[in-house]
């Protein structure tokens, strides 16, 4: 039986802690209470969004005028060397629970906010290694026809903080199976405290923010060796960082209302005390703006913006 709220405050559900109410609201845990959820909303002629860990998410002032779905499974087992996590498992408790167990190789992802099923979607990285390093299939169900997939990795669609579930929204991931390999449980939990040591030292933590709100870009030629030649490290995959770009460009902690660019971390945009979503659009729409026109490079959000 859904449990479905009315007027439910969202920005206590996100990172950014920003946002307005939802007209209606529902947690499930089930594939099934999905399906009841997605009926619900037919059924009473809604819109509906579904949500997951809330951390790389900008919800409107004004809310959500419709049902929001938000999966809150987090069950998850160990099958030899094989993880099966449903998606709401948050990515870090996954990545300490694996290496009490002597499995791992994906370390250096910890400290990446969210949930194990965003991680997929956004083909999340860090230091090196994405998602898609790991993943064997992801378990999807399409809002739209309630038909299930397992989608093996190649069908994925990989690519740089890329995925066929970003390009098709219809498909919602409900569990995943990653592949792990056999670690010294100590060695593994001194990569883990060693990385998000090194995560807090590039990344501020624990702030009211999506985390990293823009992807890393493709840039021109000029700008990829004004980058190697002043970091004296190379360009991957022809991108460059957004924070050095949003730095070059002056806006290192640029401010509009209460949101503020990250004096620590450009890509950070920070919710100061009290911002509005209209304030932190408006500022990425400057940050956007100013790098096109300064460095010919155009910037894309990789946060979820709700409208």
Not at 74 to 95: K, M, P, R, T, Y
Not at 224 to 252: D, H, Q
Not at 290 to 296: A, I, L, R, T
Request: charged share 25%.
């Amino acid at each position: 039986m859904l449990n479905i709220i009315e007027n439910k405050t969202l920005s206590g559900l996100t990172t950014f802690e920003i946002g307005g109410p939802a007209k209606y609201y529902v947690e499930v845990k089930t594939e099934e209470e999905i399906r009841d959820a997605l009926g619900w909303a037919r059924e009473h002629d809604v819109n509906f969004f579904v949500m997951g860990g809330g951390s790389n998410l900008l919800i409107p002032d004004e809310g959500f005028d419709g049902l929001v779905i938000h999966i809150v499974s987090d069950h998850f087992g160990f099958s030899g060397d094989v993880l099966e996590a449903d998606a709401g498992c948050n990515l870090l408790s996954l990545i300490n629970a694996a290496s009490e167990q002597g499995l791992g190789g994906w370390e250096k992802l910890s400290g990446i906010p969210g949930t194990i099923g965003a991680a997929v979607r956004g083909n999340a990285g860090a230091f090196g290694p994405e998602i898609k390093d790991f993943l064997i299939y992801a378990h999807a169900i399409n809002t739209r026809t309630e038909d299930t997939h397992e989608f093996a990795n190649a069908e994925c669609e990989f690519a740089y903080r890329q995925s066929h579930f970003k390009k098709n929204p219809e498909w919602i991931i409900t569990k995943v199976h990653v592949k792990l390999e056999k670690v010294d449980p100590k060695e593994s939990a001194d990569l883990i405290e060693a990385t998000i040591k090194e995560r807090e030292k590039r990344h501020i933590q624990n702030v009211r923010a999506a985390g990293s709100y823009f992807m890393n870009p493709i840039a021109p030629q000029n700008i990829i060796s004004m980058f190697e030649s002043e970091k004296g490290v190379e360009s991957r995959g022809g991108r460059v960082p957004a924070g050095w770009l949003i730095e070059k460009a002056g806006l290192k902690g640029a401010q509009i209302g209460g949101a503020q660019s990250s004096e620590q971390h450009p890509n950070y945009l920070v919710n100061t005390g009290n911002a509005k979503a209209s304030e932190v659009r408006e500022l990425a729409d400057r940050i956007k703006r100013e790098v096109k026109e300064k460095f010919d490079v155009q910037l894309e959000e990789e946060a979820v913006i709700l409208r």
